[in-house]
């Protein structure tokens, strides 16, 4: 008799607990994709040094050592003089989707030196960003 009056008070404990723990369905977003982190290297510059340019143009090679993001880069290029640091203005450059690419540097006065200061940053991630590498560039020309 006494097992007629605990069983349905029992099964009815026990339904609650399972029940009450059951899981509960989250939506689960698509997991964010990470990009690798920037980098790039100037296989044709001595980065930090001296370097020479033979006319008032300079092609510079970038290639990119990391994985491109999908969106693209930015490129941030900066040339000015390395004494007075008063810029020489450039063309815009188009955001890159392809790696290696070539910056056409311009307007580069004869015998006068500059600091070029390139830095790349992702159109997908806007703190995924390079540290910046910087060399100087001497046009040797005499014209």
């Known amino acids: 008799m006494l097992l007629k009056t605990f069983l349905p008070a029992f099964l009815a404990i026990a339904l609650l607990t399972f029940s009450s723990c059951k899981k509960k369905k989250k939506d689960n977003p698509a997991p964010s994709t990470q990009e690798e982190t920037l980098a ?31 969106k693209g880069v930015k490129v941030t290029l900066n040339v000015a003089t390395e004494t007075g640091l008063i810029p020489l203005p450039q063309d815009d450059i188009a955001d890159i989707k392809a ?14 030196t500059y600091e070029v200061t390139v830095r790349l940053a992702s159109l997908g991630n806007t703190g995924n960003v390079t540290p910046p590498q910087v060399f100087f560039l001497t046009n040797k020309s005499g014209e």
């Not at 100037?42 to 491109?68: F, R, W």
């Not at 790696?99 to 006068?112: G, Q, S």
């Open 40 to 70: 790039f290297e100037l296989p044709e510059v001595q980065v930090g040094k001296y370097n020479m340019a033979q006319d008032s143009t300079y092609a510079l090679k970038v290639n990119i050592t990391s994985k491109l993001p999908d």
């Open 99 to 112: 790696t290696p690419f070539t910056i056409t540097l311009r307007h580069l006065k004869p015998l006068k």
